[in-house]
Structure formats: C-alpha cells, structure tokens
C-alpha cells in the first residue's frame, strides 16, 4: 500500500452515467409506488408527487453539478463542505456518511438482495443475511481491482436492470386498459398527505450525489460529471413516471396498494404469465445488485478523502492505495465491515431512516454553496453554471428543507437520534486535532485561493 500514490483516472462518461442510474434505481422503484399512492390518496397525485421529487433531485443535481466542477476532488458532499464551510463541517458530513449513511444503505441492499434471492429459488430463508453478506464482500472485491472492473460490473447491472423496466412500461402502457388518472387508492380513514407522499419518492431517488465521491478519478470532470448527472437523473425520472403509469395501467390503484412491493411482480405476471413474475423477480435482483455494486465504489472514497486529511482514527491505513490496482483497499474494507455487522445484528432499514435525514441537512448547506462560491470566485471562469441561476439552486434548497422539516414533524424522535449520532463525532474531531493547536474550522478554499 502506498499513501501517496494516486487514485488512477479511469471513468468516462458511461460509467460515470451508469453510477447516477445504477446507485439511484434499486428497489424504490418496485416497492414504493403503492406508498406514494397511498400517502397522496389516488394515482394523479402520486403521478405528481412522482414528477416533484424528480424536479427537486434534477435542481439538486444541476446545482451541485456546478459545485462539483468548481471542486473536482474525490470525496463529494464530504469535499464540498469542506471546501466551502471549513473542516469542521466537512468532517461531520464524512463522519454521517462513513458510519451511518453508507454501510447502512449497502447492509439493507444486501440484506434485500439476499431475501430476494432465497425467495426467488424458494431456499431456506435463513440463508438470505448470508447470501446478501456473501453479494457485499464479492462486490467489495471486483470493485478492489479497479474502478474500470467496477464500472463494467455497473455498465452490464444498469443494462440488466434497464430491460424489465422497459418490458413493463411498453407492454404496460399497449395492453393495459385501467384507469390511470383519477383512480383512488381504496382506502378510506388513512390520511393523505402530499408531503409524505413526495419523500417516499425522494427516498426513491436518492443516491444521485454518489457519482460526486469519484469525481478526482474520472479522465475530465468538468466536463463529465455534469453530463452524468443531469443525464442520470433525467433517464430515472422519466423511468420512474414510466413505469407508474404502466402499472396503473396493468392494476387498479387500489390492488397497488395492497399489494405493495409484490405488485409490480404481480403486472409482470399479468403481462406475460408465470415466466413474467420470474423475471421481474430477476429483474429486481438485478437492479438491487447494480446499486449495491454503485454504492460499494462510490462510498469508500468519503473515508479515503477523511483518512487523506487525518481525521480518522488510523487515518494513514485507511488512507493507503494499492500500488497494484489504485483503489482505496483499506477504506473499502472498513465500510464492507461497517456494512456486514449492521447486516448481523441491526435493523438497517431504521439506521438508513436516519441517516437520510441527516445527510439532507448536509444537502441544505451543498445547494446553499453554489452562493458562495460565486461570490469568492467572481473573476474565475466556469467551466459549467446551473441554468435558471438563482431559482434552480432556490428551488433545490427549498426541496431539501422540506424533506428535514416533514421528517422532523413525522418522526420527532428518529431525527433527534440522527443528530445526536452526528454530533458525537465532535469529539472524536477534536480529539484528533488536540496536538494540532487549531479548531479545524479555518477554510481550506482560501487556503487554494493564495
């Protein structure tokens, strides 16, 4: 292992588009539509709920598009707090991200992974934890040999996962003759609320950011990650819309529902008969394996990026890069660790609550940095600028404070626990730093400016 030596630029475009897409689409697509139906109370206003959390996530994504290309380094919303707030902030947003957010998003990809699995080849249940460990450690390993090896496991899982979705949007929409507009969800006595009807979406289509933790390994950043982004979120969007209105098409509002996350299986049966439901089945195996693979490549670059900085404890392990393959092994290693004991002993769909609650906090301050950069680098030419400046950028900070407040409303004591985890992380900081003699909070963007 070698610290000094440098992450190898390898991702291009298609890669880089296929982790917006492969990280953002893995089972919210199949499991939340009856939901949003529900939450919204009938199938125009989940339509709707659905096109909002798209808009929200592009603002969000042509916004940090331009926050990206202005700080083009590995680690994303990590580096981006840094550089714009100080390290304080940055370490905060690296220590959710690194012991919270990303093993417990993986550790529940896994773990769905592996119950779909088992239930797909009608094995033994209790082998499901183990199949989704079994799925996360190979992952860990392909991507380990290079971010090439794992942008071609995230090029042929996109693929994969793109074909069932198109086989229902097209059959749905030609053979399906319900009603897509107006139908009601079937319940009577549930409470409609439009607001938790668009986080279920947001929920849905997190994960866009992701690309951002790899942007000091792609062969032209400023070029690129822009182009990923918005072209990742505008393929997810329309594939979302698409296939809701496939499988109203397919099934009442109302069996969507009570169905839940089986109703998309359930369309597929319809469609094209037991071999369908199978193959949704595969199909949802598929997307869940292409966004565990996205999140195995992009989420260890945050602990890399601490560790570079030293705010880890043994920061100059996880730090070290294979002279071999020119990946962060160690850093790797540690989120696959994180990951696999959450898998064992907890619920990490609870832990993944919270974390997404603190991470749109973080969120808040990335939209709001487009500001401020404009604002220190007046005279510097940009390579990309959000269009629509200011109402894009306003719009995307307007979304993300409503995500924290509805969550905050909703579930008071989760999103105390999420803030309480993330403070704990002040002391460890300032424990790290007690030999430096600084507080950490001076900003590393000035420091470049001279």
């Not at 990590?78 to 220590?95: A, C, F, I, N, R």
């Not at 866009?208 to 990742?232: H, R, T, Y």
């Not at 299986?265 to 996205?294: E, H, M, P, R, Y």
Request: proline share 4%.
């Amino acid at each position: 292992m070698n610290t000094e030596a440098s992450l190898k630029k390898d991702i291009g475009l298609s890669v880089a588009m296929s982790i917006v897409i492969g990280t953002v689409i893995g089972s919210g697509i199949f499991m939340k539509p009856g939901k949003v139906i529900e939450y919204a109370g009938g199938s125009s206003m989940a339509l709707l709920a659905w096109l909002l959390g798209g808009l929200i996530t592009l603002a969000g994504g042509l916004t940090i598009a331009e926050v990206a290309t202005q700080i083009p380094k590995t680690g994303g919303l990590y580096v981006y707090m840094e550089e714009v707030y100080g390290k304080v902030w940055g370490y905060l947003s690296g220590w959710v991200q690194t012991v919270i957010y990303g093993p417990a998003i993986i550790g529940g990809l896994g773990l769905y992974f592996g119950s779909l699995i088992t239930n797909l080849f009608e094995w033994n249940e209790k082998a499901g934890p183990w199949i989704g460990i079994i799925t996360v450690v190979f992952l860990a390993v392909i991507n380990s040999f290079g971010t090439k090896y794992g942008g071609i496991v995230q090029n042929v899982a996109t693929a994969g996962k793109l074909l069932p979705i198109v086989l229902i949007i097209v059959f749905g929409i030609w053979k399906g003759n319900e009603q897509v507009l107006s139908a009601g969800s079937g319940l009577t006595g549930g409470e409609i609320s439009m607001g938790a009807a668009i986080l279920a979406t947001l929920w849905a289509y997190d994960g866009w950011l992701m690309v951002g933790f790899v942007a000091g390994e792609m062969k032209n950043p400023a070029k690129i990650l822009p182009k990923a982004i918005i072209g990742g979120i505008l393929i997810v969007t329309a594939a979302y819309l698409l296939v809701n209105i496939a499988m109203l098409h397919v099934l009442p509002a109302s069996t969507i529902v009570s169905l839940g996350e089986n109703s998309a299986g359930k369309a597929a049966t319809l469609l094209f008969g037991q071999v369908g439901g199978k193959l949704i089945a595969i199909g949802i195996a598929v997307s869940i394996f292409g966004c565990l693979n996205g999140k195995i490549l992009t989420f260890p670059r945050v602990t890399y990026a601490m560790a570079q900085r030293k705010q880890l404890p043994a920061s100059h392990f996880l730090a070290s890069v294979s002279e071999k393959f020119g990946t962060p092994i160690p850093a790797t290693g540690l989120q696959v660790v994180f990951a696999v004991i959450l898998m064992l002993l907890s619920n990490p769909d609870y832990l993944s609550a919270m974390a997404i609650f603190a991470i749109y906090i973080f969120y808040i301050f990335a939209f709001f940095a487009v500001f401020l950069l404009r604002k220190r680098n007046k005279k510097k030419e940009r390579s990309y600028s959000v269009p629509l400046y200011p109402l894009v950028p306003a719009f995307a900070i307007i979304g993300a404070g409503y995500i924290v407040i509805a969550t905050i409303i909703d579930n008071p004591r989760d999103s105390l626990t999420a803030i309480g985890v993330t403070l704990i992380g002040l002391p460890l900081y300032w424990y790290l730093n007690r030999s430096k003699g600084k507080d950490g909070t001076e900003e590393s963007l000035h420091k470049q400016a001279k």
